[in-house]
């Protein structure tokens, strides 16, 4: 191959072949340094948040709604973020949520909720709920989800708990840091993961709390 595209350009028939020898090698080289190009030019690496498996189980009969998470501006991206300093952020290229982030953090929390309150009946926001439950609408709003400097990875907002006719039954805001396992960014991926379970897991905690008040 390197052969015919050599003799097409003219370069074969006067030369020696020692010299034949040493172009076949520079043409070989070429072709690697094509082939590292491609490589690095390949398609970019697309992420899931994880689940993984609850340690605590609760009793409370409730009907719950998760309605669509409110992600900051910077965080409504293809690209995983991370902080660089105290003012700047970057948006990856090669590294990106396979959906939409906020999508994923409502179905992670969603399938949460159902794992913990296994006797609760968890839905989105505007689905139909099971008569005759304690109805709790879940809102939650995320300013930061994100790699930080330091090595850890941090979920960052504010949660709200209403009941069935809209009464604000509760209002916290939360910081959760979770330190990378390793270096990289399924690493960031999975520590993420853990924080979006932390809150979870409190918010069900809140939950089991208002349907005992």
Known sequence: MISRLLNRQGF???IQPQRATSLMLIAGFVLLSLGGCAGSAAGPTTYMLPSSAAEQHYDSQLAIMVAPVRIAGHLDSEGI????????????RQHLW?????QQLQQQ?????????????VVGKGQPL?????V???RVQVTR??????????????????????QLLKQRRFSITEPLENDGY??????????WEQLADTLAEELVATSKS
């Open 109 to 121: 929390l969603q399938q949460r909720l159902a794992l913990v309150l296994p006797q609760a009946q």
């Open 12 to 14: 074969m028939p006067s």
């Open 130 to 134: 099971q008569a005759n439950l304690p």
């Open 81 to 92: 973020v991370m902080q660089l300093n105290d003012i700047e952020v970057y948006q990856a």
């Open 145 to 166: 989800f994100q790699g930080q400097q330091n090595g850890d990875a941090l979920a960052e907002g504010q949660w709200q708990l209403l009941d069935g006719s809209g």
């Open 136 to 138: 709790r609408d879940i």
């Open 186 to 195: 399924p690493a960031l991926v999975r520590a993420l993961g853990s924080a």
């Open 98 to 102: 396979a959906e939409g982030i906020g």
